[in-house]
C-alpha cells in the first residue's frame, strides 16, 4: 500500500515538475520569438528606408541630367560673339522677306552678364500692321534668342494703312572667355574610354 502511494506521489510530482518545465520554457520561447519578430520589423524598415533613399538618389540624378541637357540646348540658341554680323544679318533678310522698310537699325554697346553678352539694337521700321505682325512672329521663330521690348506704334493715314514700329531688339551671345573657362574644367575622357550614348530628354521624361 505504500509503496502504491509512493509510486503515485512521484508520479504526481513528475507530471507537477513537466507541467512548471513547458509552462516557463513556453514563456521563454514566447519572449525570444517576440524579440525576434521585433528584430525582423525592425530591419524590414531599415530596407524601405534605404529602398527609399535610395529611388530619391536615382530621381534627383535623373532631374539633374534633365537639367543639363535643357541647359545644352539653351546654350545652342546662343550664337557666338563672332557670328553677330551673321545674326543681325539674318533678322534685316526676315525683315525684307515681310516687306518691312528698316528706318533705323542701331545695335547699341554690348552688356556683359554672367556667361552671356545681351546685345540690343534699336530698331524703327514702317510696315502695314499685317507686314508687321508676320515680321515680328519671324523673329520669335529664329533658331537663336531674340527678344522685342518697348514696342511703340505710330499709325498713318491714307490709302496704304501703315504702321511706324520702334522697340528695343536684344540677342544675346555665349561670353567667350566665360566659356573658356568652364571648358577646361570639364573632366576629359580617360584614353580609349567608350562614350555612353546620353539618353534624350524625352527618354528620360519631362515632368
Given amino acids: 500500500m505504500r509503496k502504491r502511494l509512493l509510486v503515485i506521489i512521484i508520479a504526481v510530482l513528475g507530471i507537477a515538475a513537466s507541467g512548471l518545465f513547458y509552462k516557463y520554457g513556453l514563456a521563454e520561447n514566447k519572449i525570444k520569438i517576440h524579440d525576434l519578430e521585433e528584430k525582423h520589423a525592425a530591419y524590414i524598415d531599415s530596407v524601405n528606408k534605404a529602398r527609399t533613399v535610395a529611388e530619391r538618389l536615382d530621381e534627383m540624378k535623373r532631374r539633374l541630367r534633365i537639367a543639363e541637357l535643357q541647359w545644352e540646348k539653351a546654350t545652342e540658341m546662343l550664337p557666338r560673339e563672332k557670328e553677330i554680323p551673321d545674326l543681325l544679318t539674318s533678322i534685316t533678310r526676315v525683315g525684307a522677306k515681310n516687306n518691312v522698310s528698316f528706318r533705323l537699325f542701331q545695335p547699341n554697346p554690348m552688356k556683359p552678364e554672367d556667361i552671356y553678352v545681351s546685345v540690343p539694337v534699336r530698331v524703327a521700321v514702317s510696315a502695314t500692321y499685317h507686314d508687321l505682325g508676320g515680321f515680328l512672329s519671324a523673329i520669335g521663330n529664329l533658331p537663336r534668342i531674340v527678344r522685342v521690348s518697348g514696342l511703340k506704334l505710330v499709325g498713318s493715314k491714307g490709302e496704304n494703312v501703315s504702321v511706324t ?41 519631362e515632368d
Fill in 165 to 205: 514700329a520702334d522697340f528695343l531688339l536684344t540677342t544675346y551671345v555665349l561670353s567667350e572667355a566665360k566659356t573658356r573657362v568652364a571648358t577646361r574644367r570639364k573632366p576629359r575622357a580617360t584614353p580609349g574610354q567608350s562614350r555612353r550614348r546620353e539618353p534624350s530628354p524625352t527618354e528620360l521624361g
